[in-house]
């Protein structure tokens, strides 16, 4: 029995390599795990829950999709394995009926959780990309009550054609960026792992995977960085027995 951890498969239609391998991974990976936590930006966009209400007559595919893998999810669910989903920055607007749907229950960004005996710091990891002022901006006023019941307000097609323009602005505006503005900051970092009293660190967001080794409050800690799922390949940390993560590729062909 293990603990999985995913993040940033970025699920949309123009995609279905990545669909059905993660399909697949369920299937024959995730099926008889003890938990799975999606660590955010599975899907592309989210415009809203009741994007679901569309299943069969969105042009777009993206409202079959979506009931497509809250089904996987749910049976994975009945199986037996925990789900948790956690927000991105792709995927903010997730709600708790499509929670239902999948069987998972929706997370806090960020939050602390017992893996293997130990207390693990689960992040999406956009919050920690400090550097980056104009996306932590935006990031403030995507997370406000109010904006997200604003948007919600209105018409799905607007939603749509809102989320398209802020891919674009966001593709245009990273594009001019430094490599190391969108990167996480070393010391954010450390003060958050001190601040939660954890020397073990999960996050995803920068499509860097790796293991970073570092020092907290004068012990040693680590970073694991999930990487993004590509139509060849995807990421996972697996959390076994003995505690320790481990960081895998993921072959998906």
Not at 201 to 214: C, D, F, N, S, Y
Request: some cysteine.
């Amino acid at each position: 029995m293990a603990t999985l951890l995913i993040s940033d498969l970025h699920l949309h239609p123009g995609a279905p390599e990545i669909t059905e391998g993660f399909l697949r991974w369920l299937e024959e990976r995730a099926c008889g795990s003890d938990a799975l936590y999606i660590l955010g930006d599975f899907f592309e966009a989210w415009i809203g829950d009741d994007l679901l209400d569309l299943a069969g007559v969105d042009p777009s595919g993206n409202a079959d999709l979506a009931a497509r893998i809250a089904r996987a999810l749910k049976r994975l669910a009945e199986y037996g394995t925990e789900i948790f989903l956690m927000h991105g920055n792709r995927d903010f607007l997730l709600g708790e009926r499509f929670a239902r749907e999948a069987g998972a229950t929706l997370l806090e960004d960020p939050s602390v959780v017992e893996l293997g005996g130990k207390p693990v710091l689960l992040m999406h990891g956009d919050s920690l990309c400090t550097r980056d002022e104009a996306y932590q901006a935006f990031r403030t006023q995507a997370r406000h009550p109010l904006w997200q019941q604003q948007v919600l307000s209105m018409p799905i097609d607007q939603r749509v054609a809102l989320a398209s323009q802020l891919r674009a602005q966001s593709g245009e505006a990273n594009s001019n960026k430094a490599e190391d503005i969108m990167d996480v900051t070393p010391e954010e970092v450390v003060k958050v792992m001190a601040e939660h009293g954890v020397t073990t660190l999960i996050h995803g967001h920068t499509h860097r995977p790796a293991v970073h080794e570092l020092e907290v409050d004068g012990q040693p800690a680590q970073r694991f960085v999930l990487g993004d799922w590509q139509p060849d390949k995807g990421w996972e940390i697996v959390v076994s027995g003995d505690g320790e993560p481990e960081l895998r590729e993921i072959p998906l062909e």
